[in-house]
């Protein structure tokens, strides 16, 4: 039997949390009224802060593998759609000839020769979960040019494609469509417009403390809580990137690696490199201002 989809914002919120995602009210709204009105969820905010794992928490949750699309420049309507596999069906021919055969366009063009990308793959029903929406993630559409965004209309607006050699085809249950953008450009109006909207920001620090523990078990309670002090700190600092969950996420790892129980200033400058990746912001956390945030922290050490 497949998942039922949540009814309500608490379910929403109570079936994240079983996939160790950690939404606020807010996020649960937007999520269970996208599901509720079929209509895709656009997510901004900055990298890290937890809008590609939405999409994953979700497609587990649903029980249906997560259909993800990668924005990239350059991106087209082929590689995100479908193609065809020309050098089976050229093969397929030089068959057909061989037996003296004339093949038409109906054997050319048929499911076995299309090769489908995630925009196709989400109109079709899942046969690993039937009677369950799929779930597609269109991640950082701020990387994909504009004439991409155009062509995306069509399918976030009616949930179907045109394809010349087999005409239309429409979702029978509309995809969860989430998208996200890490805002390095504006994206169109006109592809928001189709869109609920949310803006994903850093949690609050006893939201981003639960993510923590579910995330990095292996690292000592009092660990996580300095840990994650220490990142809501550095944070106030202007630096060219701040840490988000997942780096916060990944320094606990490493620091539990490394057999650490308790911050100090010498844990901290060893394993900077896991929250801060850009060389003007390790520069920025010198040793004077990892032991003021310390300090702060009650971690002096």
Request: with cysteine; proline share 7%.
């Given at each position: 039997m497949p998942p039922m989809l949540p009814t309500s914002i608490d379910a929403t919120q109570a079936l994240l949390e079983r996939e160790r995602y950690f939404a606020d009210r807010e996020t649960a709204t937007v999520l269970f009224l996208a599901l509720r009105m079929q209509r895709p969820l656009f997510l901004e905010g900055e990298p890290g802060v937890g809008k590609t794992a939405l999409a994953q928490a979700m497609a587990a949750a649903l029980g249906t593998a997560l259909l993800r699309l990668q924005c990239y420049e350059g991106l087209d309507a082929a590689s995100a759609l479908y193609e065809w596999d020309y050098p089976r069906q050229i093969m397929a021919l030089r068959l057909a000839e061989a037996r003296g055969e004339t093949p038409d366009a109906d054997s050319l063009y048929r499911d076995a020769f299309l090769l489908k990308r995630p925009l196709l793959e989400a109109l079709l029903p899942d046969p690993q979960a039937?009677?369950?929406?799929?779930?597609?993630?269109?991640d950082e559409?701020?990387?994909?040019?504009?004439?991409?965004?155009?062509?995306?209309?069509?399918?976030?607006?009616?949930?179907?494609?045109?394809?010349?050699?087999?005409?239309?085809?429409?979702?029978?249950?509309?995809?969860?469509?989430?998208?996200?953008?890490?805002?390095?450009?504006?994206?169109?109006?006109?592809?928001?417009?189709?869109?609920?909207?949310?803006?994903?920001?850093?949690?609050?620090?006893?939201?981003?403390?639960?993510i923590v523990a579910a995330r990095a078990p292996e690292a000592a309670a009092q660990l996580q809580a300095q840990?994650?002090?220490?990142?809501?700190?550095?944070?106030?600092?202007d630096l060219f990137k701040a840490p988000g969950i997942a780096e916060?996420?990944?320094?606990?790892?490493?620091?539990?690696?490394?057999?650490?129980?308790?911050?100090?200033?010498?844990?901290?400058?060893?394993t900077l490199g896991v929250l801060l990746k850009y060389q003007d912001d390790l520069a920025r956390v010198d040793g004077p201002t990892v032991a003021e945030l310390l300090a702060r922290t009650g971690t002096a050490g």
């Open positions: 039937p009677g369950v929406p799929r779930v597609l993630l269109i559409i701020d990387r994909a040019d504009e004439p991409f965004e155009a062509f995306l209309l069509e399918v976030l607006s009616e949930f179907q494609v045109s394809i010349p050699e087999v005409g239309r085809i429409r979702a029978e249950r509309p995809p969860l469509v989430i998208v996200t953008s890490n805002r390095t450009r504006e994206v169109h109006d006109a592809l928001k417009r189709r869109c609920l909207y949310r803006w994903i920001g850093y949690p609050e620090r006893e939201r981003e403390l639960a840990a994650v002090d220490f990142v809501h700190r550095l944070r106030g600092i916060a996420i990944d320094w606990c790892r490493a620091l539990a690696a490394l057999g650490t129980t308790e911050l100090d200033p010498d844990s901290v400058r060893a």
